[in-house]
């Protein structure tokens, strides 16, 4: 199935949140594809009855990619406390608990905040982007066995990375930093998460 416009994504997220016990939604892709955006306008738009707990909230800390070596990397499948993140999504979907609260990932700071967003027993949908919700290796593979429907956002090349690039220089990289990063440790972790494509549900193309 494809969703073609913001209208579409709208309904099919509530026709999912209408459907009688808490549902759990994944929206992937590649970075600079437009997750967030798409996310955001959901749960905007079912205001109330959807709740956002992105998985960038599960970002390593800064100081501890350094002691692994990895801050080069960040935003690489290690750098990411997946089995934590798989941990919350179980919790989400466990009827007993009565309220959950969730990291977010403060890219002002470049550091998760842990106790961020609360997410109360009564919320019937809640929505999920990151990049590796398809991956099936471990520890990511645990992921998509607790998400009720995976969304892959596609986007073409082109436009993703001038996204991209404007984001990083946003956020206080130079434009020469912002493109490097862009092309090279982002465009590495897009093309494992354009290898998960085929394992989605639906595909949403809005452009």
């Known amino acids: 199935m ?14 999912l949140a209408d459907s009688g016990a808490r549902r759990l939604l994944g929206i992937t892709g590649p970075p600079g594809a437009g997750k967030s955006t798409l996310a955001e306008h959901i749960t905007t738009a079912l205001a109330g009855r959807a709740v956002l707990v992105p998985m960038d909230g599960f970002h390593l800390a800064q100081a501890e990619l350094e002691r692994l070596g ?16 798989a941990a919350l999504l179980r919790r989400l979907r ?23 967003i ?17 991956v099936d290796t471990p520890p990511w593979d645990a992921v998509r066995p607790l ?22 220089a946003a956020y206080g990289k130079t434009w020469e930093q912002a493109r490097a990063w862009a092309y090279g440790s982002d465009q590495r972790n897009a093309e494992v998460v354009q290898a998960t494509r085929n394992r989605a549900d639906v595909i949403v193309r809005i452009s």
Not at 2 to 14: D, F, G, N, P
């Open 2 to 15: 494809t969703l073609s416009t913001l209208k579409e994504a709208v309904a099919r997220a509530a026709t």
């Open 70 to 85: 990895r801050a080069e990397r960040k935003g690489a499948p290690d750098t990411f406390d997946a089995a934590g993140y």
């Open 94 to 116: 466990d009827p007993a608990e009565s309220e959950v609260y969730a990291p977010v990932f403060r890219r002002d700071l470049e550091e998760p905040i842990a106790g961020a």
């Open 118 to 134: 609360q997410v109360a027993r009564d919320v019937p949908l809640v929505v999920t982007e990151g990049n590796y919700l398809l």
């Open 147 to 168: 998400l009720d429907e995976v969304w892959y956002i596609e986007l073409d090349d082109t436009t993703r990375l001038q996204r991209l690039v404007a984001r990083h």
